[in-house]
């Protein structure tokens, strides 16, 4: 199988880009993530032409639209790193990217709360990077991180989450058809359920809409749903009403003992004394057990590859 493609920061992968010559290795990123997917390395300095080692940047006046400055020469490059930018998203359009991690804090690369800086030199941690925010404007669905924040184990959980969920949209999206969109909902319904209910019936009701409006449409509206839908947090109470959901669908066939058992879990996972692989792992048992071809499909029972662990943690 290809291997998923995910943009990530050059520093971050360990090469000496960074203005002072040094990197930024992520371990987790290299060791981890580069056993399940390929990387394609942006640096945007580097790339826009600017020396190893180099006058450090930063950014500077208003937050919504900063330039990017030199720190002790001055000198404006914003323009030069917005036209780059435009040029460089244009070339990843064909990389076929499933998500992005970003370093944070810097001027160019952060997505989050970077520093912008008023004219008495006093700093605002609200900005974005400038090419951060090029690269999230050409393409606002493909799901983007920054790799301070995967370190939390609910933040990880959620982007690369959407790392896959997307992945396989692209999939279909590759050769869209009826059919296809109705398979691509069936097998995310749970999952889908697990981070936003209201989205989750948004997106039924566009499929069951199919016939009654351009196809074209209704592909780029369900593709955004499902996306903003995946940004929530499926958060205890969501899983504890999906297990319950799939419970429903093989309680007869299950004895007073195994029902006490299985709610037993669940009571478990509510109070966070076991992680959510446990009760997983006994609804999947469960699922391929009695044969249920409903369940058996739905990626919520397994929606990334085990040996990323992110069902691990309480
Ligand atoms: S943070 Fe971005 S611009 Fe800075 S060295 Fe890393 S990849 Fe290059």
Not at 2 to 11: A, D, E, F, P, Y
Not at 130 to 139: D, G
Not at 223 to 244: E, G, P
Request: with cysteine; glycine share 6%.
């Amino acid at each position: 199988m290809n291997k998923i493609r995910l943009g990530v920061s050059t520093c971050l992968l360990g090469h000496k880009v960074r203005y002072d010559g040094g990197h930024k290795r992520d371990p987790f990123i290299i060791d981890v993530l580069g056993k399940f997917f390929d990387f394609v390395p942006v640096c945007p300095e580097v790339e826009a032409g600017f020396p190893i080692p180099r006058e450090a940047f930063r950014l500077v006046g208003n937050v919504d639209e900063p330039r990017l400055i030199t720190q002790r020469t001055k000198i404006d490059h914003t323009d030069r790193m917005i036209t780059w930018a435009h040029a460089r998203c244009d070339a990843l359009a064909a990389e076929n990217l499933s998500g992005y991690i970003f370093k944070s804090k810097s001027p160019n690369s952060g997505l989050f709360r970077v520093k912008v800086y008023n004219d008495k030199g006093m700093p605002i941690q609200q900005g974005v990077g400038l090419f951060a925010r090029v690269f999230t404007e050409r393409f606002p669905v493909i799901p983007v991180e920054e790799e301070g924040r995967i370190n939390d184990l609910s933040i990880r959980e959620n982007f690369l989450e959407r790392v896959f969920v997307y992945n396989r949209w692209q999939s279909f999206a590759s050769n869209p058809s009826p059919g296809g969109l109705v398979s691509f909902h069936t097998v995310h319904k749970l999952l889908l359920m697990s981070h936003s209910i209201e989205h989750y019936r948004r997106c039924g009701k566009l499929v069951a809409s199919i016939r009654q409006q351009s196809f074209t449409d209704l592909v780029n509206d369900y593709r955004q749903i499902v996306m903003d839908c995946m940004k929530f947090k499926a958060t205890i109470k969501k899983h504890i009403n999906v297990m319950m959901h799939i419970m429903g669908h093989f309680k007869k066939y299950l004895d007073s003992d195994q029902k006490a058992e299985l709610l037993e879990l669940f009571d478990r996972y509510r109070n966070e004394f076991v992680p959510l692989i446990v009760p997983i792992t006994m609804l999947n048992h469960y699922v391929r057990r009695f044969n249920l071809s409903y369940l058996n499909d739905q990626l919520y029972l397994n929606p990334h590859p085990m040996e990323l662990k992110l069902r691990n943690h309480a």
